[in-house]
């Protein structure tokens, strides 16, 4: 997403660095490196940020050169235009990136018809000789697809991808951005669950779909995001007897520090461990919520907000590196296994010197001595801790996300 109207470009700082390796978590709870059957990169709404969009790729091909595809999933321009589909095609072309790229739709594909040129903006006047139909010719010309769903396959493991079969604003002047499946794009997405499934009922499918399911992780509790989908219960309907399933989503720009940044979707009727949603962060400018009573604002980032994901598949395994490339470092983590989700420990230190833990962020707690009587860690008046003590520091969880694995430290003076 973002937003019904957005600027064409953002301003964006160039950071060179190199993405760690991935962990897998194993059965004692124990993380250690090993080689990965697949490794492919996410990232969403680029929305013009073409500055930004180069520096990533470059950041891919340095810290992760073995990836098999990028997905850009949805709110690949910022309007819609020809002209900046190929502007994105250039950007590509100027840099290394993986052999496969593979794109969904988002809402900004649809946004030509607000423009009665690309320099004068005019949504009195929508839609401005521009047909519903063009603007999907656009995204079919461009990503190579001859529908807004359709599949790919990496060495057996399946990559789903939805998206909206109507821009509704062309249906009912009262609408906008929701999503509209047909009854056939969602009997393909069963179709091919199932199909998956049987073959090998503990491998991953993954399903990609720019916009954000209800309840399920950041922003999806409140305005503008309660209402994306206008058939969800039949989405959900489908969804919740896979618990292999990893839906990507994007949409929002909020940040992936959050601790609702992926979850566990739990549907009435469904397995019961529910199946695994996934925010994708954003290209082009971070947003955060404006408070309670929902909205949004600028996050404090703004244009340098850059982030994306990184997995790697070892098996029926799943490793997820939400990864910020404004700063050239990894986030968080979060393991997959048998349909479980756990967050891994975070990256901190202690440092013996000065007392204090080094990494920790306002979105991690900490306990001291044994793991309970937790609490929140505030980088501005960070706590320290003299003479001999144990600390355990870990990623905060919340909505559909638990509290992750925890990080032992030892303080000796």
Known sequence: MKKKLVGITASAILLGGVLPSVDFAHAKDEVSAKKATMTFDVISDIQGDLEDFGHVLQDISKGNPKSEA????????????????????????????PKNVWYSIGNHEFYVPKWKDPQTLAQNTWPNGTTEEELF???????????????????????????????????????????????????????????????????????????VLPDSISGSRQDPYLNDYLNVEKLLDILKDYPQVVFFTSHTHWDLNLPDW????????GDKHGFTVVNTGAIQTGWMSAGPNGGEIVAPDGAAFKQGLRLEVNGDDVV?????????????????HNGKIEQLAPDVTADDKKNVIVGATSYMEYAVGQQKNWQDYDPANPPTFPGNQV?????????????????LLKFKK
Do not use: C
């Open 70 to 97: 990028l997905i850009v999933n949805g709110d690949i321009t910022p309007r819609g235009y020809d002209s900046e589909y190929q502007a994105v095609q250039d950007v590509l072309d100027q840099n290394p990136h």
């Open 137 to 211: 010719e656009n995204f079919y010309q461009f990503s190579g697809e001859e529908s807004v769903y359709h599949k790919k396959e990496i060495k057996g493991y399946p990559f789903l991808f939805l998206g909206t079969e109507k821009y509704m604003k062309y249906h009912d002047s009262k609408m906008w951005d929701e999503v509209f499946m047909s009854d056939e794009q969602l009997e393909w997405l069963k179709e091919n669950l199932e199909h998956y499934k049987q073959k090998d009922k503990d491998k991953p499918i993954f399903v990609f779909s720019h916009h």
């Open 262 to 269: 992926a979850g566990k979707k739990k549907v009435e009727g």
């Open 320 to 336: 997820i590196q939400a990864y910020d490339y404004q700063h050239d470092k990894v986030i968080k983590k979060l393991s997959i």
């Open 391 to 407: 600390v355990y520091v870990r990623h905060k969880g919340e909505m559909n996300l638990e509290d992750g694995k925890s990080k």
